[in-house]
């Protein structure tokens, strides 16, 4: 039996501003935030709270397929707040390395 994988693909875009006044261009991926729809996350990231937000919950839950559609700098910027659990943190670090 063959088996294929389907990687997760952003359904979008959007340019946002950090709370630190940058300007970052994420991608929308439905279920990273529970409950709002693709749709509605794209509107939402306009808020640099939720923009913060939603890249944490991405560290937490989202596979590297995803992850490397953000901005380097913009995951090692919220990867403190994450909470994430010391062996992700570790392999995502990683990822996020020099040659990542």
């Known amino acids: 039996m063959k088996r294929t994988y389907r990687f997760v693909e952003?359904?979008?875009q959007v340019t946002c501003t950090?709370?630190?006044g940058e300007q970052v261009e994420v991608p929308v991926f439905g279920g990273?935030?529970?409950h709002p729809s693709a749709d509605e996350v794209a509107a939402?990231?306009?808020d640099p709270v939720v923009l913060r937000k939603y890249t944490c919950a991405a560290l937490r839950s989202a596979p590297w397929s995803a992850l490397s559609r953000f901005p380097?700098?913009?995951l090692l910027a919220c990867l403190p707040q994450a909470g994430l659990?010391?062996?992700r943190r570790r392999a995502v670090e990683f990822m996020l390395g020099p040659g990542g």
């Open 44 to 46: 939402l990231l306009t």
């Open 18 to 20: 950090t709370d630190r």
């Open 85 to 87: 659990p010391e062996g």
């Open 10 to 12: 952003p359904c979008g």
């Open 32 to 34: 990273i935030l529970k």
């Open 72 to 74: 380097r700098r913009w």
